[in-house]
Every structure is written in structure tokens, then in C-alpha cells.
């Protein structure tokens, strides 16, 4: 009897769920790694171990022990580096270590755009206070300031002055683990933020999510709460995105797995990327993937996680996809969401973080999300009225 193949991922909270659930559906001995008890994900493992999965070298000596044959962080970015470490130390399929850090570092990734010569903001790392309202001073303009190690538009400000960087800085650093933020020039565009879901063989990109982002300006003008694919760009600019999403990826040395990609288009046409991570996107992006375009993203990761071929297949169930993160615009007690009529038939997921009766606070970055809904659709016309105020009741007391 063939022996199962043994992956450990790391993190076993709501999220991680999608992948544990996958990875047990593909027959895989399953290891969740999280060190706490009640975490949801060690109720669907084999195995669970409780253990802190910030310490790289606690995470090896279990992986060892175990004789793991494949590692991941699904949706954590923070935690790819550890994953990339453990694998390298084992001869497991993985990313060099260095690319990993700099696609998980956003002042390092920000030197890297510079070196390579992709268009970027103006930006500085900065440990301390004074340094950042220094480089601030030489942008004459308006700017943003975050944690350069922390996702989830956790700690990110847009500031017009030194004032509001002494305003905001505190709490930015409290996001951060290593003790460092990036501040950079603030980007004008007349098209709306996109994101890229894409998953890489051998250098090569071999599957395309193209996703047009929409915020809830009124709560959080940072953090997107809606993700619809396909992307609405003409076919000229998504191919001008995909050259230079390629060109990254080479230079960057990305050989095998998931990237998640956050661009914008700027006012003059150039391609900024904004952000870029080694994993799978939140917000059930890997799931509208799916649904949109039949690239089951979630389990090519797992499959090159542990060195199997990856299932790339041509499958489409429905040609509109998109994703909402249910949150509220006030503090109270969740009672539950009120779906419009007609859309609950279009539903294919959901990933409810709270439960109703539980305290909600008014929605800020990706902490204060109650849960993510994925629906699939026929038309775009049917999607944006998907999107329309109201068709989607956060119920709160």
C-alpha cells in the first residue's frame, strides 16, 4: 500500500481550514501546527501539534520528527519564510529563502522594484520615528505609512503631514514584528485597485485569477471587502499586467507555488505593484478562482507543496466570481446576516470568523472581518447588482 504523503501547515485558525479541508479531501496525511487548542483546524487534521509556528527551528525539530514531505502557509505571509526555512532545511520542494524574505518584506520588496527597474513609489524602511518624518519631508507630497512585515491593511495610514505620522505611528508599529515601517509616496489613479491570484510551475505562470477590488470607503478606505473576477481593464492593459506580473516573477527567482499580487494603474499607464505575497490570497480568493475560472489554486499548492504534479485544468464553472467580507459600519452584538432574494442560490462558500451573539467592532482591517461569502454568477450584470448597498444585511444590536 502506497504510503500517504505527509504536509504540514502551518496556522490552523478559520482560514486555514480551506487548505486543511483540501488537503484531507486529496488524500494527504494532514499536520496542523498551531499553538492554540481551540483553533478550528485541528479538528479536521490527523495530527495536530501545539507548538509555536513563529519559531523556525521549534517548527523543524517537529517536522523532523514527523517526517513531513511537504510544508505550507496557505494565506500567511509572515509565515512563508518559516515555511521556506523548514523546507530548505529538509531538501523539501520550496522558494529560495531569499525571495520569500523580500516578497514578505515590504521595504525589501520596495528595493527590489527599484533595482530591477519596475516602476515604484519613492519609499524608505524606517525603525524610528524621527528618520521616517525626515524621508516624509523630502516627498513633498502626501504619503503612506505601514508595517513593512504585517498584511491585512493592518497599521496602514495615508498621511498629509509630520503631525499625522506622530499621530499614527505607534500604532502602525504595534503590527510590526521586526520593529519597522515603509513609508512611500501615495499613488493617483483613475482606475481602480487590482489584484492578481496567479500560481507559478517552474518560473512560469500558469494560471491567471484577474480580480477588481472594492472598498467600503465610509469604514476602510485601505482594506478591500469586495473581489470580483474576471477584472473589468481592457485586454490591452491585462496584457501589458501580465509582462511585467512575468517579468517580476523571473527576476524575483519564484520557481514554484502561489503569488497573491496587489497592482495598480497609474494615471501615465505604468503597472505599480503594490504588494506581492508568496502564498494564496484571503478573503476566499483561491474559491472564486475556482468558481470563475476551474483552477482549483488551493490544491495546487498543496500538490507542489509536497512535490506532486500540479492539476492544471481547463474546467470553468461559472464565468463570474466574487468574494465579500461581511463586516459592520458600527460596534454591537452580531445577530446573523439577511441575504437579498436570489442571492443564497448563487452562493458556492462561506467562512464565517464570528459567531452571532459575539461582540463585532466597526470594520477597520482585516481583524475586524465577521466573514467572508463567495457567489458564483451567469453575467456581470447579475454580479454588480450583487454588489449594490443592501443586498447584503450585516445584522447588529
Not at 487548505?19 to 495530527?47: M, N, T
Not at 517537529?62 to 505571509?77: C, E, K
Not at 529538509?90 to 518584506?105: A, G, K, S, V
Not at 505599480?272 to 475560472?293: E, Y
Request: aromatic share 8%; glycine share 8%.
Amino acid at each position: 500500500m502506497k504510503k500517504r504523503k505527509r504536509i504540514m501547515i502551518l496556522g490552523a485558525n478559520s482560514g486555514q481550514t480551506l487548505a486543511i479541508r483540501k488537503a484531507v479531501e486529496l488524500g494527504y496525511y494532514v499536520i496542523s501546527a498551531d499553538i492554540h487548542h481551540d483553533a478550528p483546524g485541528h479538528a479536521i487534521s490527523h495530527e495536530q501539534l501545539f507548538i509555536d509556528i513563529s519559531d523556525r527551528e521549534e517548527v523543524l525539530r517537529s517536522a523532523r520528527r514527523i517526517g513531513i514531505d511537504g510544508i505550507t502557509a496557505y494565506w500567511s505571509d509572515m509565515l512563508f519564510p518559516v515555511a521556506a526555512y523548514v523546507a530548505e532545511q529538509m531538501q523539501l520542494p520550496h522558494n529560495p529563502r531569499h525571495t520569500t524574505e523580500i516578497m514578505t518584506h515590504k521595504h525589501l520588496f520596495r528595493q527590489f522594484l527599484s533595482d530591477f527597474g519596475f516602476a515604484s513609489p519613492r519609499a524608505r524602511g524606517c525603525s524610528d520615528l524621527k528618520e521616517m518624518v525626515a524621508f516624509f519631508d523630502t516627498l513633498h507630497a502626501t504619503a503612506i505609512m505601514k508595517p513593512t512585515d504585517c498584511s491585512g491593511s493592518r497599521g496602514v495610514f495615508k498621511v498629509e503631514s509630520a503631525a499625522d505620522i506622530v499621530l499614527h505611528y505607534e500604532e502602525s508599529m504595534a503590527y510590526s514584528t521586526e520593529g519597522k515601517l515603509v513609508i512611500e509616496e501615495y499613488l493617483e489613479s483613475d482606475i481602480i485597485q487590482q489584484e492578481a491570484e496567479i500560481f507559478v510551475v517552474e518560473g512560469k505562470v500558469v494560471s491567471w485569477g484577474m480580480i477588481e477590488q472594492r472598498r467600503d470607503i465610509v469604514t476602510s478606505a485601505f482594506h478591500p471587502v469586495m473581489h470580483l473576477m474576471p477584472s473589468d481593464i481592457s485586454s490591452e492593459i491585462e496584457d501589458k499586467v501580465k509582462e511585467t506580473i512575468q517579468r517580476m516573477i523571473t527576476a524575483l527567482g519564484y520557481v514554484n507555488g502561489p503569488c497573491n499580487i496587489e497592482y495598480l494603474i497609474g494615471r501615465s499607464g505604468e503597472i505599480f505593484i503594490l504588494d506581492v505575497g508568496p502564498r494564496n490570497g484571503g478573503n476566499m480568493i483561491p474559491q472564486i478562482v475556482h468558481a470563475a475560472t476551474g483552477q482549483d489554486v488551493t490544491a495546487m499548492t498543496l500538490q507542489a507543496a509536497v512535490g506532486d504534479e500540479v492539476t492544471i485544468s481547463a474546467a470553468r464553472h461559472k464565468p463570474y466570481a466574487m468574494s465579500t467580507a461581511v463586516h459592520s459600519d458600527s460596534d454591537g452584538i452580531f445577530r446573523g446576516l439577511t441575504l437579498a432574494e436570489g442571492l443564497e442560490e448563487r452562493l458556492c462558500g462561506s467562512l464565517m470568523l464570528k459567531e452571532e451573539g459575539t461582540v463585532v467592532s466597526t470594520f477597520h482591517n482585516s481583524r475586524d472581518t465577521i466573514g467572508v461569502l463567495a457567489f458564483a454568477f451567469d453575467s456581470r450584470e447579475e454580479m454588480n447588482k450583487a454588489c449594490e448597498s443592501g443586498k447584503i444585511k450585516v445584522n447588529i444590536e
